[in-house]
DNA sequence: TGATATACTATGTCTGTCGTAGTAATAATA
DNA sequence: TATTATTACTACGACAGACATAGTATATCA
């Protein structure tokens, strides 16, 4: 299991791809992660739907209620432009991000 | 330049490499990532000293005291052995929260 | 009927980062 | 000789994000 700290500045980005081809809700994108990873990395509720809101907060993803008539009611979320431009932001981040801390990893211990 | 948040899990495994050799104090660490990194990463003067009082409380280095009769007395740091392994726990699981990441990051794009 | 899965919301704590400011000594420069 | 820059820190407080805990509400299944 991955310590947060390390996936922190992650976490938004992972929710904003999972929204890229589809909107999606929180019980959803929850077990799309948990499955993408094969359990190692299983984001938590709170700390999903904080994100939500501050994702909504800075416009990066819009929500939308879901008209499924059984069961509570879904809160669906979709990305929106400004969401898709910061997640590339945070994809060519990445790389200079790798690029950094590999600096100060020994592969041969 | 690299938001904090992404590095913030490694900033104590990015000390502790630059001990690995030979002890050093604040400023030359401080230095050395800098350099580096050529400026990619620049650690905040702040967050620096309080990872070396975390580290020490962790046992994960060890401090003493220079020896030079000019300047301001400088405090050294030195890592221990189970400063050591944990660098290595976290070299390890680098590798992990890499795989992780990059299962959603978009590479073309 | 009770457990389990779904789908959240609310509240408060904790940790790490960082802004700001201050102290103190030496070296460089005008 | 005055002041500025560089070195080498310490103190304090603010803030954001992660997370623990708890609670609400519906549906399904054994």
Redesign the pocket.
Known sequence: MIS??V??GY?DTIILFLLLKDPS????ISKNIRELTKEQYI?????L???FS?LEKNQYIESFYGDET???R??YYRITPLGRAYYQEKCEEWFVTKEVVEKFIETSL
Chains 1, 2 share one sequence.
């Open positions: 947060s700290d996936i922190r976490n809700y929180g019980y959803e984001m938590k509720e709170t700390t739907y904080s994100a501050r059984n069961g509570k879904r809160t």
